[in-house]
Antibody, heavy 122, light 110 residues
Framework: QVTLRESGPALVRPTQTLTLTCTFS??????????VSWIRQPPGRALEWLALIDWNDNKYYRTSLKSRLTISKDTPKNQVVLTMTNMDPVDTATYYC??????????????WGQGTLVTVSS | QSVLTQPPSASGTPGQRVTMSCSGS????????VYWYQQFPGTAPKLLIY???QRPPGVPDRFSGSKSGTSASLAISGLRSEDEADYSCAAWDGSLSALVFGGGTKLTVL
């Protein structure tokens, strides 16, 4: 059974760095074709993909946020960590992690975490 | 502005068949699989359709997906009140090297 769970602060001050952790089970991020992505959804708005890391430690980032994002994995802990620097109120959103597969073609998210709401406010 | 284009709203009456579209380009829908998600307020998206037209276990066969060229569609037959939700499409974009989403279609069951 595949599960993912996000954890991190609910409130972040402007200019601070956000660190989110995705803890997963039911698959291993050491073997093909496993990938994990971070996606966010501002209140009342559409889903927005942020970053992906695959079993081979390849990383992809949303172009517009690339300078602020870092994705990494802790394989023994079955965790994927996302850091986002210089947080701004416009970054207020529910942040999700999700599993994706790369079987020659990169596929979209098949399993989602429950999401964690991050509010950026002073 | 989303890379994939979806109509913002759709509606139907119970029992009706409704379809919603998702329009993209050769670099996303035209060359990669389309996924569809159902989302209720305050909850995470739920996978509805994967690899263009496949249903995960537990998803009723009232839901179906199709794709032609750079466009995809989600159809819901025998509409029920509990189908009232937001529906989003997604696909990998090879040119952007990014997962792209549609803006979502809010389905209202009248």
């Amino acid at each position: 059974q595949v599960t993912l769970r996000e954890s991190g602060p609910a409130l972040v001050r402007p200019t601070q760095t956000l660190t989110l952790t995705c803890t997963f089970s039911g698959f291993s991020l050491t073997t093909s074709p496993m990938c994990v992505s971070w996606i966010r959804q501002p209140p009342g708005r559409a889903l927005e993909w942020l970053a992906l890391i695959d079993w081979n430690d390849n990383k992809y980032y949303r172009t517009s946020l690339k300078s602020r994002l870092t994705i990494s994995k802790d394989t023994p802990k079955n965790q994927v960590v996302l850091t986002m620097t210089n947080m701004d109120p416009v970054d207020t959103a529910t942040y999700y992690c999700g599993r994706m597969l790369n079987r020659g073609l990169i596929e979209a998210v098949d399993y989602w975490g429950q999401g964690t709401l991050v509010t950026v406010s002073s | 502005q989303s890379v994939l284009t979806q109509p913002p709203s759709a509606s139907g009456t119970p029992g009706q068949r409704v379809t919603m579209s998702c329009s993209g380009s050769n670099s996303n829908i035209g060359s990669n699989y389309v996924y569809w998600y159902q989302q209720f307020p305050g909850t995470a998206p739920k996978l509805l359709i994967y690899k263009d037209n496949q249903r995960p276990p537990g998803v009723p066969d009232r839901f179906s997906g199709s794709k032609s060229g750079t466009s995809a569609s989600l159809a819901i037959s025998g509409l029920r009140s509990e189908d009232e939700a937001d529906y989003s499409c997604a696909a990998w974009d090879g040119s952007l090297s990014a997962l792209v989403f549609g803006g979502g279609t809010k389905l209202t069951v009248l």
